[in-house]
């Protein structure tokens, strides 16, 4: 009586089968990525963007007089360029938040991309430094309705008050700013959320204003 044929187990030759040393993304320092390198949402009209962008261990805290003078000079410089505007800002300790508008998703990308390198060349100047100063690509949230705007701007404008416990205006944001100081470093929106349309989401107790 014949038996019946069994299958044979199959020996994978060569380095390419399995899990190996080595494999996948490459670590960045060492470290996984903190920020998603998935492709980022496209889109083709103006649009509100909430960026953060983290800076490594070993650059300065944000949060000086020097380092508040040399961010206030990169905006300055990168004011409308390549699709892409600020429109308010505030530093932490060790990230930066920006409010901004973005022409479409290159413009985004492109416009981010510049002002990140402003950035990092001012604060290795000041730093008497060479070499990386931010930690990761930039994290993007597109906002969509006017609450989405509203509570990104509460956010980004009163994180000093998550972080550090402070009260009234943040000293390192776009609140700091005089009229004539706004006007030289920040650009002035287009969208309808961005030009007041997140103020019909405001509670109707609040009277904060200031864009």
Request: with cysteine; net charge positive; aromatic share 6%.
């Amino acid at each position: 009586m014949l038996k019946a044929p069994r299958q044979q187990d199959l020996p994978i030759p060569g380095p390419w089968g399995g899990k190996r040393a080595g494999a996948g993304r490459r670590l960045i320092d060492g470290r996984r990525p903190l920020v998603s390198h998935k492709a980022r949402p496209q889109f083709e009209k103006p649009t509100v963007v909430h960026a953060t962008v983290r800076v490594r261990d070993d650059v300065w805290n944000l949060r000086s007089k020097r380092c508040f003078r040399v961010m206030k000079q990169a905006l300055h410089d990168a004011l409308g360029r390549m699709g892409l505007r600020v429109i308010d800002f505030s530093l932490q300790g060790n990230h930066l938040h920006l409010i901004v508008e973005a022409d479409s998703s290159s413009s985004l990308s492109r416009g981010m991309q510049g002002l990140c390198i402003r950035i990092a060349r001012a604060l290795n100047r000041l730093m008497e430094r060479n070499g990386k100063v931010f930690a990761d690509h930039f994290h993007s949230r597109l906002l969509h309705s006017p609450t989405e705007v509203m509570r990104a701007i509460q956010y980004v404008l009163g994180n000093h008050r998550k972080h550090y416990g402070h009260t009234g205006d943040d000293p390192y944001a776009s609140t700091a700013l005089f009229l004539a100081e706004r006007e030289e470093i920040l650009a002035k929106p287009v969208t309808w959320a961005l030009r007041g349309g997140w103020r019909r989401a405001l509670p109707k107790s609040s009277g904060e204003a200031h864009i």
